[in-house]
């Protein structure tokens, strides 16, 4: 499982196009497995077909025999959790149903290749888990894939590997782990006490970043593992905790320190949309 994480307009959709046939390269050359499975930011239904007949439809399409399609779809409606509204219209599926329908069938085909554009767009926390493990079984069973997104918590989460994008340009690649582990970002974390939070040396191991009325934030090497320290340390001082905030570097860290720029926010899910 490859990751390109990028902002939008990075490259990352023109790629899985040209891995897919969907555009021709004007120079140099792609060789990709055949038979693969695209999965583009849209995707086209009959909406008023139901998710089970788009399915059926789709699957047929795409060469499954007519003999083996309903107990695919079956089950891919299933691992989607659509099962209860297989029967329903897609015009009336939210987007984060819609974009579990199009992952059924590119799943449910079985392809050497699965390029997936942007495919926790509309899913909630747990379907974005979900799909993770759904990607980890099927590369288990030999198949390939090829994630474009700029969801960097999926991004470490899901891919073996990442390539960061930025104008078209790889800037980094690696392990998740190993490139946030290269960045050497202390964690950071911020208290926000009443009165206000204490003055003076924090605990060992932790320095003061920066400090404002009511809230200090701290970082340190290890600063996750000081949390006990840090509460008695604040009680010490006469002041109340009213919350305690902790950032661990991630990969949206090392994207900003290899172009100076934040990566695009993660659209909100669609009320509905829960998987």
Same mark, same amino acid.
């Not at 926790?120 to 288990?140: I, K, S, W, Y």
């Given at each position: 499982i490859?990751?390109? *994480?990028?902002?939008n307009?990075? =490259?990352?959709?023109?790629?899985l196009?040209l *891995?897919?046939? @969907? @555009?021709?390269?004007?120079s $140099?050359?792609i060789?990709a497995a055949s038979?693969?499975?695209?999965v583009?930011?849209?995707t086209?239904f009959? #909406?008023? @077909?139901s998710a089970?007949e788009?399915l059926?439809?789709g699957?047929?399409?795409? $060469?499954?025999s007519?003999?083996?399609?309903p107990?695919?779809a ?5 691992v989607?959790g659509?099962?209860a509204d297989?029967?329903?219209?897609v ?15 590119a799943f449910?085909?079985g392809?050497?290749?699965? *390029?997936l554009?942007?495919p926790? *767009?509309?899913?909630?926390? !747990? =379907?974005? !888990? ?10 288990a069973a $030999?198949a ?5 997104t700029? #969801?960097a918590?999926f991004?470490a989460r899901?891919?073996r590997r990442? @390539?960061?994008?930025?104008?078209g ?6 392990? %998740? ?5 290269d960045?050497?970002? %202390? ?6 006490a009443?009165?206000?939070? %204490?003055d003076? !040396?924090?605990?060992a =191991?932790?320095?003061?970043?920066a ?6 934030t701290?970082? $340190?090497?290890?600063?996750a593992?000081?949390v006990?320290?840090?509460?008695a340390?604040v !009680?010490? =001082?006469?002041?109340s905790?009213r919350a305690l905030r902790i950032r ?6 090392v994207?900003q320190?290899?172009t100076?720029?934040?990566l ?12």
């Amino acid at each position: 499982i490859t990751g390109l *994480l990028g902002r939008n307009g990075s =490259g990352k959709t023109t790629i899985l196009r040209l *891995l897919s046939g @969907l @555009l021709a390269p004007t120079s $140099g050359r792609i060789h990709a497995a055949s038979p693969s499975a695209v999965v583009l930011d849209r995707t086209a239904f009959q #909406d008023s @077909l139901s998710a089970a007949e788009n399915l059926r439809v789709g699957l047929r399409l795409r $060469g499954i025999s007519r003999r083996d399609i309903p107990s695919a779809a079956t089950e891919w409606l299933d691992v989607f959790g659509l099962s209860a509204d297989a029967d329903r219209p897609v015009g009336e599926y939210s987007l984060g149903m819609r974009r579990r329908l199009a992952l059924a069938e590119a799943f449910a085909a079985g392809p050497e290749l699965l *390029l997936l554009d942007e495919p926790t *767009l509309g899913l909630d926390p !747990e =379907g974005r !888990e979900r799909l993770a493990d759904v990607l980890a079984d099927a590369t288990a069973a $030999g198949a390939a894939a090829i994630v474009a997104t700029n #969801d960097a918590d999926f991004a470490a989460r899901a891919c073996r590997r990442v @390539l960061l994008l930025n104008g078209g340009c790889i800037v980094a690649r690696g392990v %998740p782990a190993d490139l946030i582990a290269d960045l050497g970002a %202390p964690t950071v974390i911020e208290i926000e006490a009443v009165p206000a939070p %204490p003055d003076g !040396e924090p605990p060992a =191991g932790l320095s003061e970043v920066a400090r404002t009325a009511s809230v200090l934030t701290l970082s $340190g090497a290890d600063a996750a593992g000081s949390v006990t320290a840090i509460v008695a340390w604040v !009680e010490r =001082g006469g002041a109340s905790l009213r919350a305690l905030r902790i950032r661990v570097p991630d990969l949206a860290d090392v994207f900003q320190a290899h172009t100076g720029e934040r990566l695009d926010p993660v659209p909100a899910t669609e009320e509905g949309t829960a998987w």
